[in-house]
């Protein structure tokens, strides 16, 4: 009897210890398997070979759903630019890759090659689309490479945004408690505008959190996808109350206004794209 209990506790103790030596993440709500590699700092393909998974399985992750990571992480954490290189849409009932695609103002061939699909790929309820987003990349990498439109101080490698104030109904509902509301001229089509240090920046439209993290020069980003292939760019935080995934409301805190490192104002840069060409923020829908 004592030696069948010894091979039991030693059984039990195999098995803990291999259980201790494994990560596992449990699918949550708004998780996709980008996310999922993007924040274990491990290859997409990786996670895909140890839990035996396709290229088309990743569409139909569910919540509860347990995903093994893989040991060998990236040496370095991928930039927060980067993740707003891509969103994730779940697929509703009755929707097709062709109004998917004209949605985001994306070909249907570039959907499907992102995706990995194939062409007689039969689209399902709930499966996520990984949908590239070239637009987030006209916002600069750096304030040392001044965008056409602004101009560097000589010396310092600072760049100087130009901007020219126009008259904007009092009416319109800003983000933050406008002072001050400048258009944005050059290769930057948004406005910037004046408000108070530390005070919250509100979301204007419900949507889901494609990217919340520091840009170079832009201080801290939040990047919102709306209904109708909208996104919407907050930039200047000094702080952020959200993360890549949350679903929020209008009206819900993004943030806190920060201090531009350029101006030395309390100046929040706001940006709106609808499939991805820029629109007038005075003009883009509020809730």
Request: with cysteine.
């Amino acid at each position: 009897m004592r030696v069948q209990n010894s091979f039991f506790y030693l059984l039990l103790f195999s098995v803990v210890l291999l259980s201790a030596e494994e990560t596992v993440h449990v699918i949550q709500r708004g998780d996709t398997i980008y996310s999922i590699a993007r924040s274990y700092r491990v290859r997409i393909e990786d996670v895909l070979s140890l839990n035996g998974m396709t290229d088309t399985d990743v569409l139909r992750i569910q919540v509860g759903q347990r995903i093994k990571i893989p040991e060998t992480r990236l040496q370095t954490p991928v930039p927060a630019a980067s993740a707003a290189a891509f969103t994730e849409h779940r697929v509703a009932k009755g929707e097709t890759f062709y109004g998917i695609a004209r949605t985001y103002g994306i070909t249907l061939k570039t959907l499907r090659d992102t995706n990995k699909i194939a062409e007689n790929y039969v689209l399902k309820a709930g499966d996520v689309l990984r949908i590239p987003l070239p637009a987030t990349s006209d916002i600069p990498e750096s304030p040392v490479a001044a965008p056409s439109g602004g101009r560097t101080n000589q010396g310092s490698g600072i760049v100087t945004r130009s901007t020219e104030t126009r008259q904007v109904d009092a009416s319109i509902r800003w983000p933050v408690r406008a002072q001050a509301v400048s258009y944005m001229t050059g290769k930057l089509n948004g406005v910037v505008v004046l408000g108070e240090k530390s005070e919250s920046i509100r979301n204007l439209v419900s949507g889901t959190v494609v990217s919340a993290g520091p840009y170079r020069g832009f201080g801290k980003v939040a990047i919102i996808q709306v209904t109708g292939g909208y996104l919407y760019v907050y930039g200047g935080c000094e702080s952020l109350s959200v993360k890549a995934g949350d679903k929020v409301a209008s009206g819900t805190e993004l943030g806190k206004l920060g201090i531009d490192a350029v101006s030395e104002k309390p100046q929040l840069f706001f940006l709106v794209y609808r499939n991805n060409n820029p629109i007038d923020p005075a003009r883009a829908p509020r809730a």
